[in-house]
């Protein structure tokens, strides 16, 4: 069976400070996979999404970037957090095709301070 | 731009009463359609699928779909307090992009 891993699952950083949140997915290969944020009692903005290694698409314009390095892991970065980065980071991943369900991993807390 | 519309609730609702949950979207050509159960401070998990016009059944939770008025709902019968959560309504609207609503929290009373 599919899993998806996220971590860390909790993060205190300063305004400023560069950002490195990591997923990866095991049971599945070329995956699609997303990464959302979600801020309090909001819904889910999607930021990332990546069909292949290295194809990654952009849908909202800041300070964070996304790169998959291999098939199967997903990265969210900043080189440098603003407060307004603080929320609930979710990484997900689907089948290739588009129509199918999104998994979510566990999350990342995420507080800049 | 594209939209999932949903009452942030909350919902309350006695134990062992149904539980219905509303959506509604603005692009007529989505073909997907997603429930997701929400915990407080846990990521949501994938509950329901529907993709055809109708109702779909899968225990106490019944997925119901009406494309020409954009319409999606979810049922949840003899709702217990562990259904207590927020339940996110997503379209897939072509493509790789899902559209989540903001979620309606549902309270069920014991």
Known sequence: ?113 | QKEVEQNSGPLSVPEGAIASLNCTYSDRGSQSFFWYRQYSGKSPELIMFIYSNGDKEDGRFTAQLNKASQYVSLLIRDSQPSDSATYLCAVNTGGFKTIFGAGTRLFVKA
């Open chain 1, 1 to 113: 069976s599919q899993t998806i891993h996220q971590w860390p699952a909790t993060l205190v950083q300063p305004v400023g400070s560069p950002l490195s949140l990591e997923c990866t997915v095991e049971g599945t290969s070329n995956p699609n996979l997303y990464w959302y944020r979600q801020a309090a009692g909001r819904g889910l903005q999607l930021l990332f999404y990546s069909v292949g290694i290295g194809q990654i698409s952009s849908e909202v314009p800041q300070n964070l970037s996304a790169s998959r390095p291999q098939d199967r892991q997903f990265i969210l970065s900043s080189k440098k957090l603003l407060l307004s980065d603080s929320g609930f980071y979710l990484c997900a991943w689907s089948v290739q095709s588009g129509d199918q369900p999104q998994h979510f991993g566990d999350g990342t807390r995420l507080s800049i301070l």
